[in-house]
Every structure is written in structure tokens, then in C-alpha cells.
């Protein structure tokens, strides 16, 4: 038997074995997240393709079966994330060793998804970093992931108003350069806002701030087959304040398109200021050739959308003027938005016309009433279109005001004498609106009417002759709408 004196060495332990290399791919499989991972999928689409994110979630998560509670939280942090951008960039790189420009595209969305839970929702922070980090992991490897969490963690640190007042400029020096920072608004646009409101820096605080919240869902019941009551009864909505025919929805009521009367034909999905601004158009009185003062008797039946994609506000008019046995003629450049009419206006007395605005073949004068819904900026409905205000450049607008004085020039010339055309864009930019408006009536010699007349019960119109809708005042987009007419 042999043994070991007092002091001698004693025996090595048997070798273990190394713990295997760290693999580049996930170290667990992800936990299930249908939300967060169509949220993250989408804000690639907007990035990669220059998509819609109000065309393209919808969709997804339908095709994927996503509904109830995961269905409102993708909508929510999708259409959050994408809003509040250029505030989440500025905070993701003061909390980043290198600059965004370096950082992968991918990884960068799934900053953005997190930074906007941790700012701008009550997830718990644990809960924001973990999810993004894990979805990251999944798809790019651990590396990035590390990368994604340790930025993640340094936001965590502070909440969205610590971090404005340490990156926002000086409200002192720059008051607009603060309020678009801290309402996640490009400098330009904020700018925009306050020379269209008179540069007053607490009406431009309340617009911006109405600018950067989610808005209600707004319906139109369809004149002559659903009522505005039976449309709110029906969808559990509340009756509009100012269109005769609109209901409001909550926000995070689910997807619109899914309601029944929606479905049917006997409701579509608008904005109550899209609704008002075709409604003007049809209580601006008409003249005749030898007397003045109200409709011209049974001739006022033809008339014209001169821009309708995608439809909306062609589908009203259509189901007005169909009640008095007239017609409208609707007309669209683009083969898929002049589909899109065809299907919003059907069963109504709509012809559609795939043309340009500019270049048809209707004879001068062959119009009643016609509807100029130009294209512009969007700069009136950034709520509904969370993407656009970063995609939009200061640039865009000298090349839409020349299209919007041609169409309202063309417009005019079509409209018959005595006639009445609504000039509609849905922006507040001074450029695309007065602008617009004051250059064609000089060369033109229209008269101008006095727009507010046709918005009844609405307050809060300014000086006139022409409407500016707000949302921090009507609750509606920003619509401009100007009326005019052309002499007898």
C-alpha cells in the first residue's frame, strides 16, 4: 500500500476539459415577440424601400394574424419610432462610441425601437433593452447585440425630458430650434409651422405637440345609405364636432378596414379636415349668366376631382352630387391610386379618367364644381404619416408650388363662368397655400370668396379669406382650402 508523507505534493486532478468557444449566433433561442419583430421589420421597410408605414404594418399584420393587445403595441411602437426619429438619432448618438452613419442599418431600426420604449412608453427598461437585444441576437449574431444593449443601457439612464435638456438647442437663442427638438420636428417644418401661425411661440408649442401625438381614427359615413349617429352607434365611436358626417374612433382602436360599415361601402376611413374641405366646395353658392345669388337651378350636376387618388374625398362628393342625379368625373394620374378610386367609389355616379391634371380633354368651362386636392408636402398630416416628416426636404416645395399653380390654373379654366373651384392641400406651409392661392387670383382675376362661410360651426378660422385647420385647434390634419370663382 503506498501512501504520501507529511508535506509531499499530492496528486493533480484530472484535467477538465475547455468550455466550448462562444458561437457567434444566438446563445438561447428568442422568445417569441410577434409585436416588436413586425414593428422592427416595418421600420426596415420605411428605411430600405422608402415605405409607408401605414401601408405596410397594416398588411403584415394581418397576413401574420396579429391582433388585440400585440396588434396595438406593434402600431404603437412603429408608428412612435418612426415619429419621433430625429429625437431617438440625436439621444442613440450621444450614447454611441461612433456616429450613425457607421452604425449597420438594421441595428439602428432596433435602436430606434428600443430608445423609443424606454422614452416615450412605461415598458419597464429591463423589458425594453432585453426584447430589442433579442431580437437583434437573433438576427445579426451576439456582436451587434452587445453593441445594441450597452447603447440601450446608457439611454436607460436618463428619461426623455433630461435628455432633451441636455441636446435640445437654447430655447434663449434658438426658441423654434428647441421646440422642433423637443417635439421631434425637423428645424425647417417648425419654422414652417410658426410663419403660418404668426410666428406665436406658444401656438407653435401646442401645434407641435399635436403634430407629435397618435390621432383618432376618423370615418365619413357615406351620404344617403348611413348616418353619422347610426355610423357611431354601429363602431362604438363618438359623432364628429363639425363634419355632419364623420365619427371618431379612439386611437389604438385596431384596423378601420376591419369595421363592417367599412367593409360595406357605407363608411371610409378620412380625416374630418379632408371631410370639411369637400363639403366647402359643395355650399359655395354658384351663378348663373343673368342673376346672381344661389345654385344655378338643376345645371349644378357636373363635377370635376381633378387630382382624386386615392379617393376619399371623390367618394363624398360623388354620393352628394348623386343624391341631386349628378355626376362626378374623377380624374388621377396613376393607374394604381385611379384603381384605388374606382374601388372607393363604387355603386356611386363616378367616371375615372387615368390622366394628367394638366393635359385632359375636357372642353373650357365644362365643370360646375371643381376640386383641386393638389400635391404637397404633407407637412399637414405628419401625425398619420409618421415617416414623412424626415423624408420631406426643404427643396420639395419649389417643385410642388409650380404643379399646384398649374392645376389651379387648369382648374379654373375648366370650371364653367360662374362656377366655383376648391383649392385643398394639406399643409400649412405659407408657400403652398396663400402663396399659391394670391399668384393664380393676380393673374387669373378670380374672386376670391371668403372661405370660412362654408365651415359653419367651426371656430377659430382666423382673419380669412381662406382656412388653416390645426390640430391643436379642430382636432383635424392641417388643411388649407381656398374657394374661388370665376367671373360670369
Not at 158 to 167: H, I, N
Not at 361 to 367: L, Q, W
Request: glycine share 10%.
Amino acid at each position: 500500500m503506498t501512501g504520501h508523507s507529511r508535506g509531499a505534493s499530492k496528486p493533480s486532478r484530472p484535467q477538465r476539459p475547455h468550455p466550448p468557444r462562444r458561437r457567434t449566433g444566438p446563445t438561447r433561442p428568442p422568445v417569441e415577440d410577434p409585436a416588436r419583430l413586425a414593428a422592427l421589420e416595418t421600420l426596415r421597410a420605411v428605411r430600405q424601400r422608402d415605405a409607408y408605414a401605414n401601408l405596410v404594418l397594416p398588411q403584415m399584420l394581418r397576413d401574420r394574424r396579429i391582433t388585440g393587445r400585440d396588434a396595438a403595441l406593434a402600431t404603437e411602437l412603429t408608428y412612435g419610432s418612426a415619429r419621433a426619429q430625429g429625437l431617438l438619432d440625436a439621444v442613440i448618438e450621444a450614447c454611441s462610441d461612433r456616429p450613425l452613419s457607421e452604425v449597420d442599418g438594421s441595428a439602428l431600426d432596433a435602436l430606434r425601437l428600443g430608445a423609443y420604449q424606454l422614452l416615450r412608453t412605461r415598458i419597464p427598461a429591463h423589458a425594453a433593452v432585453a426584447s430589442t437585444v433579442d431580437l437583434v441576437r437573433a438576427e445579426l449574431g451576439s456582436g451587434i447585440a452587445g453593441f445594441v444593449n450597452a447603447v440601450l443601457r446608457r439611454v436607460a439612464e436618463q428619461d426623455e425630458a433630461a435628455w432633451v435638456d441636455e441636446l435640445a438647442p437654447d430655447p434663449d437663442t434658438d426658441p423654434i430650434g428647441n421646440l422642433a427638438f423637443t417635439h421631434a420636428h425637423p428645424r425647417w417644418i417648425a419654422q414652417a409651422f410658426a410663419e403660418a401661425l404668426g410666428s406665436r411661440e406658444e401656438s407653435l408649442k401646442r401645434a407641435l405637440e399635436a403634430d407629435d401625438a397618435r390621432p383618432a381614427v376618423h370615418l365619413v359615413a357615406r351620404p344617403g345609405e348611413v348616418s353619422a349617429d347610426e355610423l357611431a352607434a354601429i363602431t362604438g365611436g363618438d359623432v364628429a364636432p363639425y363634419s355632419p358626417y364623420g365619427v371618431h374612433l379612439e386611437a389604438g382602436a385596431g384596423d378601420p378596414g376591419d369595421l363592417e360599415p367599412v367593409r360595406e361601402h357605407l363608411a371610409n376611413v378620412q380625416d374630418e379636415g379632408s371631410q370639411l374641405c369637400a363639403l366647402a366646395l359643395t355650399r359655395a353658392p354658384l351663378l348663373s349668366g343673368d342673376e346672381e345669388g344661389g345654385d344655378n337651378g338643376g345645371t349644378d350636376d357636373r363635377w370635376l376631382d381633378l387630382c382624386a387618388g386615392p379617393g376619399g374625398k371623390a367618394a363624398l362628393l360623388a354620393a352628394l352630387v348623386g343624391i341631386e342625379g349628378g355626376e362626378l368625373i374623377a380624374v388621377e394620374k396613376a393607374p394604381h391610386r385611379a384603381e384605388l378610386v374606382r374601388k372607393l367609389t363604387s355603386g356611386l355616379p363616378v367616371t375615372v379618367h387615368v390622366a394628367d391634371g394638366l393635359e385632359t380633354d375636357f372642353v373650357e368651362g365644362a365643370f360646375d364644381r371643381v376640386l383641386v386636392d393638389a400635391p404637397c408636402t404633407g407637412l399637414g398630416a405628419l401625425r398619420r404619416r409618421p415617416e414623412a416628416r424626415w423624408r420631406r426636404q426643404p427643396a420639395d416645395v419649389g417643385t410642388l408650388t409650380k404643379l399646384q399653380r398649374e392645376l389651379l390654373t387648369e382648374a379654373l379654366r375648366l370650371v364653367r363662368p360662374g362656377g366655383v373651384v376648391a383649392y385643398v392641400v394639406c399643409s400649412p406651409h405659407l408657400s403652398e397655400t396663400v402663396g399659391v392661392v394670391t399668384d393664380v387670383a393676380r393673374r387669373t382675376e378670380v374672386e376670391v370668396l371668403d372661405a370660412r362661410e362654408f365651415f359653419p360651426g367651426v371656430p377659430d378660422l382666423g382673419e380669412g379669406p381662406h382656412v388653416q385647420l390645426w390640430p391643436h385647434l379642430h382636432g383635424t390634419d392641417a388643411m388649407f382650402c381656398a374657394v374661388l370663382r370665376r367671373p360670369v
